[in-house]
């Protein structure tokens, strides 16, 4: 091979060195492309098998199965008694597997079988919110809690994947009725601190009145503080009967929402009597 006068390569030679220059970084290029592909396709084969990726610096995941928490997307509305105002439910699942699936594996089974269980859910409160009153939220929220409990995990399955689910369910009222209850609801809350109140001053005269009975039975022999005792017992009794009485109606509220409280014509509680000066 000779070069031209002036130094330079002849033009076939310069195309021949083109050539071998090209054909070396094609084959440099296609070897690395080679060795990239076959990593990826280790890294896949090894994700679809539920495997680590060899030579990767990932922490060991965490001993037992994996478990995610999923909220609905939105609240589940149901219709109350009437059709006309709605329950709505904040629903949230969570969701584990047996096997010992990767998160993002179980992740996917997960947004597959979502659906189901919020409608499988959706059913369960329908059914129980049809006889229901629009403001017996709590009582939805109750049965609701009873007929989850009963079937606490559901099951489903794809292929040989096996997930199971544990719902979880709270219930709110329909905003509309909000206003229209609220000063019933006032209405009540005063009503139960009344109570507190009475019950609150019943045993205390109940407790001076059994004190004032044990300090006259010291003095048994004068006749004026024997009297004085027995009416400070019947007082006790008269106000153990008093207590009694509110409890019972505490207990047992009838559908008339101011029955928690006793009327104003219930008797007082008693107050003890003074004790009579001794005699000179």
């Known amino acids: 091979m000779t070069d031209a006068p002036d130094g330079r390569p002849r033009p076939g030679d310069q195309w021949r060195h083109r050539g071998v220059r090209g ?3 094609a084959r440099d290029a296609g070897v690395r492309g080679w060795r990239w592909w076959a990593r990826s396709w280790d890294r896949l084969v090894a994700a679809l098998q539920d495997e680590a990726p060899v030579g990767s610096a990932a922490a060991p995941s965490p001993s037992g199965p994996l478990v995610e928490q999923r909220d609905a997307p939105r609240l589940i509305a149901v219709p109350a008694r009437g059709y006309v105002y709605s329950f709505y439910i904040r629903a949230t699942f969570a969701w584990s597997s ?4 990767r998160s993002e594996v ?4 997960v947004q597959y079988f979502q659906p189901n269980a919020i409608q499988r859910l959706t059913r369960l409160a329908a059914d129980a ?3 229901l009153h629009p403001h017996r939220a709590g009582d939805l929220e109750v049965a609701l809690q009873r007929a989850l409990a009963e079937d606490p995990l559901w099951h489903y399955q794809r292929g040989d994947v096996a997930l199971t689910c544990r719902p979880d369910a709270a219930v709110r009222l329909d905003e509309r009725i909000m206003p229209a209850l609220q ?3 006032d209405r009540l809350v005063k009503l139960e601190y009344q109570f507190d109140e009475q019950i609150r001053k019943a045993r205390y005269a109940e407790e001076l009145s059994r004190q004032w ?6 003095h048994a022999d004068d006749h ?3 009297d004085a005792r027995d009416h400070m017992l019947t007082a006790q009794r008269e106000a153990a009967r008093w207590i009694a009485e509110l409890l ?3 207990a047992n509220p009838s559908n008339d929402p101011t029955a928690r409280v006793p009327s104003n014509r219930s008797p007082a509680p008693p107050t003890p009597a003074p004790v009579p000066p001794t005699p000179e």
């Not at 179980?106 to 089974?109: I, K």
């Not at 009975?213 to 010291?218: C, E, P, S, W």
């Open 98 to 101: 047996p096997a010992s699936l």
């Open 106 to 109: 179980l992740s996917w089974y």
């Open 129 to 131: 919110a049809r006889d």
């Open 224 to 226: 004026d503080l024997t």
């Open 213 to 218: 009975a044990t300090i006259l039975d010291g």
């Open 23 to 25: 054909l070396t970084i």
């Open 183 to 185: 000063p019933h609801v």
């Open 248 to 250: 019972h109606r505490h």
